[in-house]
C-alpha cells in the first residue's frame, strides 16, 4: 500500500470516528437530501424564467420536495451534544411554527396555496428551513454539501450559455432578465462561495469551475446593475482572496502581481474618462447610489404597530403599500419586502431576529476563536456573509444558500468538529478522492 494511502486510511483511527466514518443509510440519506435541494432549486428557477411547462417544472419542485422531507425524516436527531444549540434552535424552530399557524389565510385562493407550496422566497415552508440544524455533525456532510455546489454550478454555467442573449439584454427594466440574473445568482451560485474559500479542500478542475461561475455572475450582475448581487459576490471574492493568501505559501510572487494588477488598473482609469461610458458599465454607473427603497420602507414602517415590532403580524401578512405591485397584491396590503431583516421583523417581530441572532452569532465566535482548523473558520465567515446579506437582499430562502448556513451552525457548535486539524479534514476529502471506496461515495 503507497504511503499516501496509509494516512489516509489512518484518518480512520482517529479520536472521532463517528464524526470521519458514518453510516452507509446516512450516506445514502444525506444524498437523496441535497439531490432533492438541487431539483428544487433547479425546478423554481426553470418555473419563474422560462414561462413555459411550468406545470412540469413544479412537477419537478414537488418530486424535489417529497425526496427532502422523506431524507429529513430518517436525518434529523434532536440527541445534540450541545445544550444550548439545542434549546434555541428549537425554541427558533417552535416560533416559526407560532408564525405559520398566526399567518393571515383569510381569502386564501389557489394561486395563494400555491404560493404556499412553491415560492421558495416566501412561501410556507421556508419557515421550517431550521429544522436542518438537527442533522447530525458528520464530515459527509460537507462533502456532499459541496458536491451539491459543485452541480448547482455546473447548471448555472449550461443555463447561462442557453440564455445568454436575454442575460445581456441592455434594457436596464427588461424584467425577465433581471429575474433570471437574480434567480441564477440566489439558487445556483450563492453556495459557491463556500468552496471558494476552502480551496484546498477540491480538485483543480472544481477549483476551476468555482472562478469561472463567480466570475460570471459577477459579470451579469454589474451588467443588470444589480447591487446587492455585487456587494454579496464581491464580499465572497474579497475574503476567499484573503484566506487563499493566508494559506499559500506564494506570498510574495502573489503580491506583486495583485499591486502590478492594481497598479494597472488605477494608471488606466486616472487616464481614461471614457471607461464608466462603455456599455457594459453604463447600467451600474446610471444607477449609482440611487435608494429604490425609501418609498417602500417608509410605507412599512408607518404600518408597524408596537406589538408588531415585537411579535410580528404572522406568516401572510403585509403592510399597506399603494401604487406598489398593485398587479400582484390587492387592496395596496404588500406582502414582501425586499430587506430579509424587515421581512423577519414583520412575519415575527425582534423576538424571531434575536431567536436567529442567539443561534448564530455564538457559532461564529466558536467557530473562529475555538477550532482548530480554517475549515471551521470559514463556516463562520459564511455565517458572517450570510448576516451581512440579509440586508441588501433576499436570501432568507429555501436554496442550498441558506440550508448551508444552518448546516455551518451546526457545525461550529460541534466540539468534535472543532478539535479536528485542518490536515486530518484534508485528507478525509482526499481519501474520498483518491481511495474511490464506496462506503464514502
Known sequence: MKRTDQISLSIETIVFPSIMIPKNSFVNNISIFLLGLVGLSLGYVLATTTYSLTFLYQGLELISLGLIFFALFRLISFKIEYSYFSLIAISYL??????????????ITYFDLKQLLFDLNYGGFVLLIPIVAFIPVKLIVLKKLFNATLLLSGLFLFLAILNFQTLLNPDLLDLDSLGMVEAYGKYFV?????????FDLLERKHRILVIVSLIAILCFGIFRARRGLIFMQLSVIVVSSIIFFYKTNRKLSISIFVLYIITLLFVYLSNSAEFLKLSFFTNISSRGLENTRQFVEGCFFNDMTRLDWIVGKG????????????????????????TDYLQLIMVGGIINVILLLLIVLPAIYLGIFDSGSMVAKTLSVWICIWLLALYPANVYSLNLYHISVWICSGFCYSKSFRQLTQEEIRLYFLKEINLKRPSLK
Do not use: H
Not at 94 to 107: E, K, N, S, V
Not at 316 to 337: H, L, Q, T
Open 94 to 107: 417552535l416560533w416559526q411554527l407560532i408564525i405559520l399557524i398566526r399567518g393571515d389565510f383569510t381569502d
Open 190 to 198: 450563492f453556495p459557491i462561495g463556500l468552496l471558494a474559500m476552502n
Open 315 to 338: 406568516y401572510n401578512s403585509g403592510y399597506r403599500c399603494p401604487g406598489i405591485d398593485d398587479s400582484i397584491f390587492k387592496d395596496g396590503i404588500r406582502k414582501v419586502i425586499e
